[in-house]
């Protein structure tokens, strides 16, 4: 069956990175557009970005020029580089499968949390 596993998160200071990381199996990962979308405590599911089966990115205007999404279609892995974190992108990290900016997601996984401390 599907298989979404997120890791790398964590706590990390205002100004710091982290790198995360989606392990993906029981499917085909370079026929689909993957997303990282995240949910802030007591806030809906915000999408955060997307990249096609070929390697073309989009971005959220909150984090545009501060994340970057990519994927290793060998390694069935997708990741997520953030950047200059700020307090507000604390937030459970998830991987999709499927969908873009206005949902419709065809799995999800069960998140990684990033705390970003002022």
């Known amino acids: 069956q599907v298989q979404l596993v997120e890791s790398g998160g964590g706590l990390v200071q205002a100004g710091g990175s982290l790198r995360l990381s989606c392990a993906a199996s029981?499917?085909?990962?370079?026929?689909?557009?993957m997303n990282w979308v995240r949910q802030a405590p007591g806030k809906g599911l915000e999408w955060v970005s997307r990249?096609?089966?070929?390697?073309?990115?989009t971005y959220a205007d909150s984090v545009k020029g501060r994340f970057t999404i990519s994927r290793d279609n060998a390694k069935y892995t997708l990741y997520l580089q953030m950047n200059s974190l700020k307090p507000e992108d604390t937030a459970v990290y998830y991987c999709?499968?499927?969908?873009?900016?206005?949902?419709?997601?065809?799995?999800r996984g069960q998140g990684t949390q990033v705390t970003v401390s002022s």
């Open positions: 999709a499968r499927g969908g873009g900016p206005s949902g419709s997601f065809l799995n």
């Open positions: 029981g499917f085909t990962f370079i026929s689909y557009t």
């Open positions: 990249i096609s089966s070929a390697g073309s990115a």
